[in-house]
């Protein structure tokens, strides 16, 4: 996901896609510590996009 695409994103479809960005983390973390996960490298992606996704949101509010 890129930033650019994300600024095109009204606020409330940021919230939403956050809220589904932190379930996604939470079940890849999940995943790890019960050694079913498969590409470890999903969970760096996704802290990654939620972070891109939550500097876009203050960029919005400033």
């Not at 600024?7 to 939470?26: P, S, V, Y």
């Not at 890849?28 to 999903?42: E, I």
Request: charge should be positive.
């Amino acid at each position: 996901m890129k930033a650019a695409d994300l600024r095109e994103l009204t606020g409330e479809e940021l919230l939403a896609k956050m809220k589904e960005l932190e379930e996604e983390l939470f079940n890849l973390k999940f995943q790890l510590a019960s050694q079913q996960l498969s590409n470890s490298a999903r969970l760096r992606e996704s802290r990654r996009d939620l972070a891109r996704l939550k500097t876009v949101l203050r960029e919005k509010s400033i």
